[in-house]
């Protein structure tokens, strides 16, 4: 199992900016993707998850509006975006898969995260 | 939404020694509880799922308990490689949430 997202952002206040996370080695359709932010010297936040069999989101009340998480099964690949960037989402952003039942999941495989920095 | 109280946010140990991390919820979770570890620079591992089940390939070293409100990681004879930040995670409702974190220092 391999999650391995993409390189470190520079981004301007105001900008788009859409991040990703590409898994192999298991069932893509199988575990929901979630994903997690870390602002710097913080601890670990919640953002939302994703089911990549149909794309179902379920997102945390302080994310929902600001984030949007996307899949494409034909390149197993998780994505988060953004329509207009702040300078308080400057952090690093983790995907991990999920394992469990329904909607008791907890996080067993993780990316190696995803520094974004915003700055004018 | 679960509001997770972890402590200590620092805790000073040294090698061999025994050491505890506890996690309170603001409502009864069960047992579904996850403990992670960090290493600054890393992502997150996942060390403790189900309140006290080891993830594979994880040293028996760590145990956790608890059920319901309170949890807690134990590390039995700390290892130098053990210094680093511990989490735990309620997955039993929307929002998912994790706790502030403990920093596991050398003393």
């Known amino acids: 199992v391999q999650l391995v997202q993409s390189g470190a952002e520079v981004q301007k206040p105001g900008e788009s900016l859409r991040i990703s996370c590409k898994t192999s080695?298991?069932?893509?359709?199988?575990?929901?993707i979630t994903w997690v932010r870390q602002m710097p010297g913080k601890g670990l936040e919640w953002m939302g998850r994703?089911?990549?069999?149909?794309?179902?989101?379920n997102y945390s009340p302080s994310f929902q509006g600001h984030v949007t998480i996307s899949a494409d099964k034909s390149i197993t690949t998780a994505y988060l975006q953004w329509s207009s960037l702040r300078a308080s989402d400057t952090a690093m952003y983790y995907c991990?898969?999920?394992?469990?039942?329904?909607?008791?999941?907890?996080?067993?495989?993780w990316g190696q995260g995803a520094l974004v920095t915003v700055s004018s | 939404v679960i509001w997770v109280t972890q402590s200590p946010s620092l805790l000073s140990a040294s090698t061999g020694d025994r050491v505890t991390i506890s996690c309170r919820m603001s409502q009864g979770i069960s047992t579904y509880l996850a403990w992670y570890q960090q290493k600054p620079g890393k992502a997150p591992e996942l060390l403790i799922y189900?309140?006290?089940t080891l993830q594979s390939g994880v040293p028996s070293r760590f145990s956790g308990s608890g059920s319901g409100t309170d949890f807690t990681l134990t590390i039995s004879c700390l290892q130098s490689e053990d210094f680093a930040s511990y989490y735990c995670?309620?997955?039993?409702?929307?929002?998912?949430?994790f706790g502030q974190g403990t920093k596991l220092e050398m003393k």
């Open positions: 995670q309620q997955y039993h409702s929307f929002p998912y949430s």
């Open positions: 994703i089911d990549p069999a149909n794309s179902d989101t």
């Open positions: 080695g298991y069932s893509f359709t199988s575990y929901w």
């Open positions: 189900a309140a006290s």
């Open positions: 991990a898969r999920e394992r469990g039942s329904s909607g008791h999941d907890y996080f067993d495989f």
